[in-house]
């Protein structure tokens, strides 16, 4: 008898059959890949994936030997050696030999010990028993993939999505044998019919009595985008004004389109920054039901409570907690909110956990808030991966954003035997632009920055956003100075950055949008974070020179809800000129753009203007024989050995970073103002530091909980702090601000290190 996995129990009766795990996989693989056309493929995928626990070493290593044995690489080389068809079958070489590692690069026989060519060729421990009970199936000859853009492409992304469905199917099979009781928590139907109810209701009630025109508009501009979800499943743009209720809209949109098609399995969100997720997250949840809603990202954590008894309906609150966790591993819930980040670094990782959740995009509704965030080194492969979800994956693509990237012209590619066209769900976006047309626009030339903090100082509530945290420091500081002096107190002035902790961020929006409301003092210093969805509403903005579409999300921000007949946004320079390289050319083409729209008497950020922005910005972005909208020439690898199906999936995961500088997290001891006033011990952030210092294993719900406390430094920041000895190590890799009194700004956050 041969086992594939082993209980705690000597008895091998209730140990886990190979034969049984090889054929479950087998069967979850294909049902997985049955959704995108590749059933047979799937199938043979998960019975060849563990084929090499049919030595005896691997069955010695159940028994107890602590020698490692290599049983991927076995269904690899067999589906190479057996198949009709070798250049196909590299395929599901790819995914059976990685199904552990990760999927590997093909690499050369002389290359690295990890790359696919050498593993082919390597020495295994004998695994011919394995034939007494199985036998390899034959290959299929044919893809259900309608060509696109770039065949090496497809088959790469193909290549992905079925090591996404081995992959899960092999976890959860595993899981449903060793945990049952976990696997039974698993997962949320999603009911399309019943969630589109529920925001009806919803948008009823809230637009029951519109309060202003700009309800009207609101009203108008829904109703008109809700007739348009019936349409064919494709990709679509989503281009309004901000203020006008993109998120609404297009969660309305996204439900309607799955009643209207049932094949569609779920909505997902992906976003530019966490705090707009955990406020976009809220409201979904409210308005559809918790139970239906994942916020999967770095600071999301899930309360557990400890003790023993529980009430029924806590027992309730535990199990939806569970699910959620769980379904962090592979989206198996109805509704997704996450990161831009997380969602495209997925799609072109080659870990095994990042790559889990990919089957599980076929038949999704997959909206890009702010799409214009994508735009930049990766733009290309992250367009042509979109593309190839709703070409072949049954998927919908809705890019939401006031300023819209140039999708068509990255797709329609004039190789491309049928091209995919970006679909406008709004009519008239002109008209929308000017219906919610809320500020003028002033270009204020360059700036002195104590001059700026002057003027600042001398109004009442406004907004300015800066291109870098240490310009919105300095800038903070220099007010500060003016405003101790003139006020004798520093009420009602903040500063937002990302050396802040996300919890103090979120402390400082609260205030801040409390004194708005109230109309007090608020004056608020900022770094870009706050452009992107973030509700808040000042009369005056203040916006450092950068691109359009930034520029043009700094103005969301103000006079938002219309109070103002007009809100004034003032676009400066500062006399240290802007960082080179993207802040510098897209901030050279918006100079340009403003002097000449507003010479003109025209609106800078209407949408003809801001189609010329990007129109110059692609124009720069491909001068010579470099293509930066592909910085980091992930096509370009992917294509120059495709033909062979030869792909550098592990140098293409290393290589997609959204975010390049690298960054190291630190834990930060942030108290509230309230927590001040009690027992440390008692703080929320002690608790949970001292659950981490006792766990007898560092726990993923555990680092997550600190999420909300943690500040990314840049690497050699961060290696002076720790050489220094002012960081922690509180868990192995996991190291927190030994003095915050000293290093920790209640206003500023992180403070710069200096010996």
């Known amino acids: 008898m041969y086992y594939a996995h082993s209980t705690d129990s000597a008895d091998k009766s209730e140990w886990q059959l190979l034969l049984n795990h090889l054929t479950e996989v087998a069967q979850l693989t294909a049902k997985?890949?049955?959704?995108?056309?590749?059933?047979?493929?799937?199938?043979i995928a998960g019975y060849l994936h563990d084929l090499g626990k049919y030595s005896d070493e691997f069955q010695s290593r159940l028994k107890g030997s602590s020698r490692r044995v290599d049983h991927s690489t076995a269904g690899a080389r067999e589906i190479i050696e057996a198949g009709s068809n070798q250049r196909l079958a590299v395929i599901l070489s790819y995914i059976i030999a990685g199904h552990h590692s990760g999927l590997p690069d093909y690499g050369t026989i002389s290359g690295a010990d990890s790359c696919l060519a050498r593993r082919l060729v390597k020495d295994l421990d004998d695994y011919s028993a394995a034939f007494r009970e199985i036998k390899i199936p034959e290959l299929p000859t044919q893809f259900s993939l309608q060509p696109g853009i770039s065949s090496s492409f497809q088959l790469s992304f193909l290549t992905r999505m079925l090591f996404s469905c081995l992959v899960d199917a092999d976890t959860l099979n595993t899981e449903r044998f060793l945990n049952p009781d976990q696997a039974d928590k698993r997962g949320v139907v999603a009911n399309f019919p019943v969630l589109l109810k529920r925001f009806q209701d919803f948008m009823a009630k809230r637009f029951s009595k519109p309060s202003s025109q700009i309800d009207y508009?609101?009203?108008?501009?829904?109703?008109?985008?809700?007739?348009?979800?019936?349409?064919?499943?494709?990709?679509?743009?989503?281009?309004l004004p901000t203020g006008s209720g993109k998120t609404l809209i297009s969660l309305g949109f996204a439900l309607g389109h799955a009643v209207q098609h049932k094949e569609l399995e779920r909505i997902i969100y992906a976003i530019p920054h966490t705090n707009i997720i955990e406020q976009n997250a809220a409201i979904f949840g409210d308005v559809l039901g918790e139970e239906v809603v994942l916020?999967?990202?770095?600071?999301?954590?899930?309360?557990?409570?400890?003790?023993?008894?529980?009430?029924?309906?806590?027992?309730?609150?535990?199990?939806?907690?569970?699910?959620?966790?769980?379904?962090?591993?592979?989206?198996?819930?109805?509704?997704?909110?996450?990161?831009?980040?997380?969602?495209?670094?997925?799609?072109?990782s080659h870990k095994r956990s990042q790559t889990r959740k990919l089957h599980n995009l076929t038949n999704s509704v997959i909206v890009l808030d702010e799409a214009q965030m994508m735009n930049g080194a990766f733009f290309k492969p992250c367009m042509y991966a979109l593309e190839e979800l709703v070409r072949n994956y049954g998927c919908t693509v809705i890019m939401c954003t006031a300023t819209q990237p140039p999708a068509s012209e990255t797709l329609n590619h004039p190789r491309m035997k049928q091209q995919i066209n970006v679909k406008e769900i709004v009519t008239h976006p002109e008209l929308r632009f000017r219906q919610f047309e809320r500020v003028k626009v002033f270009s204020r030339g360059i700036v002195i920055l104590d001059g700026l903090a002057e003027e600042l100082n001398g109004l009442r509530q406004a907004l300015c956003i800066v291109n870098?945290?240490?310009?919105?420091?300095?800038?903070?500081?220099?007010?500060?100075?003016?405003?101790?002096?003139?006020?004798?107190?520093?009420?009602?002035?903040?500063?937002?950055?990302a050396r802040m902790c996300p919890r103090h961020r979120m402390d400082i929006l609260n205030v801040v949008r409390q004194r708005l409301e109230s109309d007090q003092l608020c004056l608020l210093i900022s770094t870009q974070l706050i452009e992107a969805g973030v509700d808040v509403d000042f009369p005056e903005v203040y916006r450092e020179l950068a691109g359009l579409d930034s520029i043009a999300q700094a103005a969301g921000r103000c006079?938002?809800?219309?109070?103002l007949s007009h809100g004034k946004v003032h676009v400066f320079e500062l006399e240290r000129g802007l960082p080179a390289g993207w802040m510098s050319l897209t901030g050279n083409i918006a100079r340009t753009i403003l002097k000449d729209s507003l010479e003109e008497g025209l609106d800078p950020l209407s949408v003809s203007a801001v189609e010329r922005y990007f129109a110059e910005l692609s124009y720069f972005q491909h001068i010579g024989n470099k293509d930066s909208t592909d910085g980091k020439e992930i096509i370009a690898k992917i294509e120059r050995n495709g033909r062979q199906l030869a792909f550098p999936f592990a140098e293409i995961g290393r290589e997609f970073r959204m975010i390049d500088e690298q960054m190291e997290p630190v834990i930060i001891p942030y108290k509230t103002e309230e927590e001040m006033l009690v027992e440390d011990n008692?703080?929320?952030?002690?608790?949970?530091?001292?659950?981490?210092?006792?766990?007898?294993?560092?726990?993923?719900?555990?680092?997550?909980?600190?999420?909300?406390?943690?500040?990314?430094?840049?690497?050699?920041?961060?290696?002076?702090?720790?050489?220094?000895?002012?960081?922690?190590?509180?868990?192995?890799?996991?190291?927190m601000l030994e003095r915050p009194e000293l290093w920790y700004s209640q206003q500023t956050g992180v403070k710069p290190y200096s010996a």
Not at 32 to 43: C, D, N
Not at 306 to 321: G, H, M, Y
Not at 323 to 331: A, I
Not at 559 to 563: A, L, M, W
Request: aromatic share 10%; hydrophobic share 35%; glycine share 4%.
């Open 32 to 43: 997985f890949a049955s959704r995108f056309g590749m059933e047979k493929w799937g199938y």
């Open 217 to 239: 508009l609101r009203t108008e501009i829904f109703n008109e985008c809700m007739g348009i979800a019936s349409q064919p499943r494709g990709l679509f743009s989503l281009t």
């Open 295 to 348: 916020e999967h990202h770095s600071n999301v954590h899930h309360d557990t409570d400890e003790s023993e008894e529980l009430l029924e309906e806590e027992k309730e609150v535990r199990r939806l907690r569970d699910t959620r966790r769980l379904s962090e591993e592979n989206w198996d819930m109805p509704v997704i909110v996450t990161t831009n980040v997380q969602f495209f670094e997925s799609l072109f």
């Open 468 to 497: 870098t945290r240490k310009t919105a420091r300095e800038l903070f500081k220099s007010l500060q100075r003016l405003h101790s002096k003139s006020a004798n107190t520093l009420e009602g002035l903040y500063h937002l950055s």
């Open 559 to 563: 006079n938002r809800n219309g109070k």
């Open 682 to 735: 008692n703080t929320a952030f002690s608790i949970l530091l001292k659950r981490l210092r006792h766990a007898p294993q560092l726990s993923r719900e555990l680092v997550r909980k600190l999420q909300p406390y943690t500040v990314q430094l840049y690497e050699r920041e961060y290696e002076a702090f720790k050489q220094a000895g002012e960081l922690t190590e509180i868990s192995p890799g996991i190291r």
